[in-house]
């Protein structure tokens, strides 16, 4: 066995020449402990495969709005063309 002094004993302790900041550790119930076994590579796929649902949700969403608005204009009627265009019963099952 070879003499030591204070200093030699605790020198391994050190991590590339500092000693380590001890933090406490989080809360059990906000860990995901479900994403514990998973590789950065899986997560990273999850994730990109989450951002193209989206953004693809998004899309579809912004396409049916204006698909949505020609479908108005084609189907509204301008008011101010009529004028006093006056139309009874029989002539509006006769016409439309």
Sequence with gaps: MRCQNKQDAIEHKYI?????????????SLIKWENLGKGSIERCGRATFTF???LL???IGFGTILWLFQIKE???????????LVIDEATAYLTF
Aim: hydrophobic letters at 40%.
């Design 52 to 54: 193209i649902v989206a």
């Design 74 to 84: 084609k189907y509204t009627m301008n008011t101010l063309k009529c004028g006093e």
């Design 57 to 59: 949700l998004l899309v």
């Design 16 to 28: 590339g020449g500092y000693w380590p900041e001890v933090q406490a550790a989080p809360d059990p």
